[in-house]
């Protein structure tokens, strides 16, 4: 039964139960690479309080959490950081590093435009494929209005993932057309290759077919 699968994009879900986190709901709906923590850890701030703390449970917000997180993590990724050090540290003590490794002059904007340009990336890349929102998707025992829904206990006592309402506000932010990256996003980060997804801001999702 697909329903009782506990996966994302073929992966299986790991740490964290969704219900509890509504930033993490979303981070596991929309990974590039299926459900996965470390692309977007959202607990740092939901629970751990950094860099400061939000209300794990409250949809409100957590598109732009989870994205800033990605975008984050795109870096330290990219600088083959470890998470257990990388709340250590943040996009400042990143300029830092590359600077001075590199030699280059990039500002902290430069630094966090290259994250928002390496996951957008990965995601034109899934869309050239035939990715799209419907992928952007979690196990319905964990989603507001299935059938088969089941609150959660404990930390989570009661909850269920507001799913529609997350993903709405995270493609807002991302800029994206139901998970899918438009031209015009692109053309913005300076993402030049393969034919783009043909899709525009309102426009239809694209097809892996192109």
């Known amino acids: 039964d697909e329903d009782m699968s506990l996966d994302v994009k073929g992966q299986t879900m790991p740490a964290y139960?969704?219900?509890?986190?509504k930033g993490m709901a979303i981070g596991y709906a929309t990974s590039n690479r299926g459900a996965c923590h470390l692309r977007g850890y959202t607990p740092a701030a939901e629970i751990l309080g950094i860099p400061?703390?939000?209300?794990?449970?409250?949809?409100?917000?957590?598109?732009?959490?989870?994205?800033t997180?990605?975008?984050?993590?795109?870096i330290s990724d990219s600088f083959d950081i470890c998470k257990f050090n990388a709340f250590a540290e943040g996009v400042e003590e990143y300029v830092k590093q590359y600077?001075?490794?590199?030699?280059?002059?990039v500002s902290e904007d430069d630094l966090m435009k290259a994250g928002e340009r390496?996951?957008?990336?990965?995601?034109?890349?899934?869309n050239l494929v035939g990715f799209d929102g419907s992928d952007d998707d979690l196990p319905v025992r964990f989603v507001e209005?299935?059938?088969?829904?089941?609150?959660?206990?404990?930390?989570s006592e009661g909850e269920l993932v507001e799913l529609d309402e997350l993903k709405?506000?995270?493609?807002?932010?991302?800029?994206?057309?139901?998970?899918?990256?438009?031209d015009e996003k692109l053309?913005?980060?300076?993402?030049?290759?393969?034919?783009?997804?043909?899709?525009?801001r309102g426009g239809a999702a694209a097809s892996g077919d192109d």
């Open 17 to 21: 139960d969704p219900r509890g986190m």
């Open 52 to 67: 400061e703390k939000v209300d794990p449970h409250d949809p409100e917000g957590k598109g732009e959490l989870c994205a």
């Open 69 to 74: 997180f990605q975008d984050m993590h795109a």
């Open 99 to 105: 600077n001075g490794m590199t030699g280059r002059d």
């Open 118 to 126: 390496i996951y957008n990336l990965e995601r034109y890349y899934n």
């Open 145 to 155: 209005g299935e059938p088969k829904a089941i609150p959660g206990q404990g930390g």
């Open 168 to 182: 709405a506000d995270y493609y807002d932010v991302r800029d994206w057309e139901d998970g899918v990256v438009p």
């Open 187 to 200: 053309t913005e980060l300076d993402i030049d290759v393969g034919p783009g997804t043909g899709v525009s």
